[in-house]
């Protein structure tokens, strides 16, 4: 069983900048490609980014390109999301999740449906 967990969230004015991290334990010598959804009180749960297993394909929705930015250390099992300029509209809980492929995989996923295994969340506040 692949365990996460999510760090790094926080109040932060508008215009700050936050990183989270989502760090994995457990099954970690299998692959997985790794995203960050987010959960506002009253909306759906939406995908935020995602990152393949190499982390060299990345995707992000329309409403944080330009602002935010995913990567990971395989090294240490760890996944961030760096987030700049944040808008009072990123306010939400955040959650990584993890989808078990194999190592040739090359892309990663936008749908939740995809996703396996997912952290307990973290708080993000954005406010003046």
């Known amino acids: 069983q692949l365990q996460l967990v999510e760090s790094g969230g926080g109040l932060v004015q508008p215009g700050g900048s936050l990183r989270l991290s989502c760090t994995a334990s457990?099954?970690?010598?299998?692959?997985?490609?790794i995203a960050w959804f987010r959960q506002a009180p009253g909306k759906e749960r939406g995908v935020v980014s995602c990152?393949?297993?190499?982390?060299?394909?990345?995707n992000y929705a329309d409403s944080v390109k330009g602002r935010f930015t995913i990567s990971r250390d395989n090294v240490n099992n760890t996944v961030y999301l760096q987030m700049n300029s944040l808008k009072p509209e990123d306010t939400a809980v955040y959650y990584c999740?993890?989808?078990?492929?194999?190592?040739?995989?090359?892309?990663?996923?936008?749908?939740?449906?995809?996703?396996?295994?997912w952290g307990q969340g973290t708080q993000v506040t954005v406010s003046s």
């Open positions: 457990g099954f970690t010598s299998d692959y997985y490609v």
């Open positions: 999740a993890a989808a078990r492929r194999s190592r040739m995989f090359r892309v990663c996923l936008l749908s939740s449906g995809e996703y396996t295994y």
């Open positions: 990152i393949s297993i190499s982390g060299g394909y990345t």
